[in-house]
């Protein structure tokens, strides 16, 4: 792979390698930091290794200059090859934010600094949601998204269906079904998610169009920098999972890093974003999304972080019934 990288840089830079670091974190791309010997000096770059339109960095390059055209502070794509013909590995090189993730300098930071930044983490949101759609679901290269559509026969009439709540519907029972095909969850477990879902499916309604959903939107995948007293965010990374849905489906990752159910990082949050958070339609794609990334992992082969997960789901979902708020983190 050195070489590889070392013909690239030459191809696309006239630059020598110094230094190949493979990035390990995340479970899609096959990543690298290169330090080259002129200008920028270091960058990122991505290997494509899932040709699938839904995962695919040619689907990454959509994301990035259609957020980059919004001054939404996505990297630079230095150089880019995706094959027509998909039988071989593409690539994409894209600048190294100077600043640090969040995630990794969170736990440091002073009480006021984690507010301040987190009304700025809502507000970056609000401006990706910004960004609208014609149709709920996966964005494909160059933005395409296929429009899920009931049957019609010749003179069907006219059926008014919330399409939001239908695509969530529908990709649930797909992860139930294929879920089902393995030993590691129980026939109980099944039927008491699916009584979850349908239970609350009115929850998965949503009247406004399609926004833009970053996907997998978590401190780990936001730059921040420290100019005089104050941080501010420097940038977004990671773009594969983007989707057309409604906006709580987008809030599943600050979910799980606590960000909701701490009164105090919540109100920064709403304050950024312009608007309150419905906890308990946040709750609930927390509670699919979990779900469907277990699925996911069980067909990639692993069966021990699928039973933790499904677990968990089990737990949230009985925490639910008995009107419990769902697992409280403190705030240091």
């Known amino acids: 792979m050195e070489d590889k990288i070392k013909g690239i840089i030459k191809k696309e830079f006239r630059a020598k390698v110094l230094d190949v670091e493979r990035i390990t974190e995340g ?30 960095i040619a689907k990454e390059k959509f994301i990035i200059e259609t957020l980059r055209k919004r001054r939404i502070p996505a990297p630079k794509i230095l150089a880019f090859y995706f094959p027509e013909n998909k039988k071989e590995e593409g690539y994409m090189v894209l600048e190294k934010f100077s600043g640090q993730s969040l995630d990794v300098i969170w736990d440091s930071l002073e009480r006021e600094d984690k507010l301040s930044i987190t009304v700025k983490i809502g507000k970056l949101l609000k401006d990706i949601h910004s960004i609208k759609f014609d149709s709920f679901g996966e964005i494909e290269e160059n ?19 919330n399409k939001c709540k239908r695509v969530h519907l529908k990709d649930q029972l797909r992860y139930i079904s294929r879920t089902s095909l393995y030993d590691i969850a129980s026939d ?26 970053h996907g997998d939107f978590f401190p780990g995948h936001i730059f921040v920098i420290k100019k005089g007293k104050e941080y501010f965010i420097e940038g977004i990374i990671d773009f594969e999972f983007a989707c057309s849905f409604n906006p709580e489906n987008d809030f599943v990752k600050l979910h799980r890093s606590g960000f909701f159910h701490i009164s105090e990082l919540k109100e920064a949050f709403e304050k950024g974003y312009g608007s309150e958070v419905d906890i308990e339609r946040a709750d609930m794609h927390r509670i699919m999304r979990d779900f469907g990334f277990a699925t996911y992992l069980l067909e990639s082969g692993s069966t021990t972080l699928p039973k933790k997960i499904f677990l968990d789901v089990e737990r949230m979902i009985n925490e639910k019934k008995s009107k419990n708020k769902l697992e409280f983190f403190e705030f240091p």
């Open 27 to 56: 479970y899609s791309h096959f990543m690298y930091l290169v330090k080259i010997d002129k200008a920028p000096g270091e960058l990122i770059i991505r290997f494509s290794s899932n040709i699938k339109p839904a995962v695919s």
């Open 143 to 161: 933005g395409y998204i296929e429009k899920d559509s009931p049957f019609k026969f010749r003179d069907a009439k006219k059926t008014n269906i």
């Open 188 to 213: 109980k477990f099944l039927k008491d998610y699916l009584d979850y879902i349908l239970n609350n499916r009115e929850l998965l309604e949503y009247e406004g169009k399609p926004c833009l959903n």
